[in-house]
C-alpha cells in the first residue's frame, strides 16, 4: 500500500492511502497553512510507527515531528518563526533534518538532540527549496 500526504490551508495534513484514497489519519498542530511535508528515509520500512516518520512546516514558521500513531506532534523545532519554512527534508541517514526558510536561510538540526547544528544565512533572497546528494555528504539550495 502507498500513503500520500495533503497539506492544507487550514493547518492540517491528511495521510491517505493510494491507490484507493482512504483516509488513514490527520496530523494536527499547525495553526496557519501546511507547506512542506517530509517522510523519514526508514518510514513505513523499518522505521517503529512510535518515532518520528514526519516532519511538517508551515507558514507561521513551525516545524512539527510527527509519528504515525498519534495525530498531535511528537516535537517541535523552533528557530525560524515568524518567517515561513518553504522546505523540509530528512538527510538520507534520517539523524538529520533541513529547513530552508524565507528569512534567507536554511538551518540542520540534529534530531536527536533536536538542536540546531548548523545556520546559513546570507542567501540573497528566501531558501525555496533544500535537497541531499544520495549518500547525504553534499546539499543543494535554491534561492529564488
Known sequence: M????ELHMSGLCKLGTIPN????????????????ISW????????DPAMINLASSSFDGSIKL???QSDEPIAEIEGHAPFRVSKVK???SGRFL??????????????????????????S???HDITFQCDGSLSAHCVC
Open 125 to 127: 533572497k528566501a531558501v
Open 66 to 68: 510527527w509519528n504515525l
Open 90 to 92: 530528512f538527510h538520507p
Open 2 to 5: 502507498r500513503n500520500s500526504i
Open 40 to 47: 523519514h528515509p526508514q518510514s513505513t520500512l523499518t522505521q
Open 98 to 123: 533541513t529547513t530552508a526558510c524565507y528569512d534567507h536561510s536554511w538551518r540542520l538540526w540534529d534530531l536527536e538532540t533536536q538542536e540546531e547544528i548548523l545556520h546559513q544565512e546570507s542567501h
Open 21 to 36: 484514497c482512504k483516509h488513514v489519519q490527520t496530523f494536527r498542530g499547525h495553526i496557519n497553512n501546511a507547506c512542506c
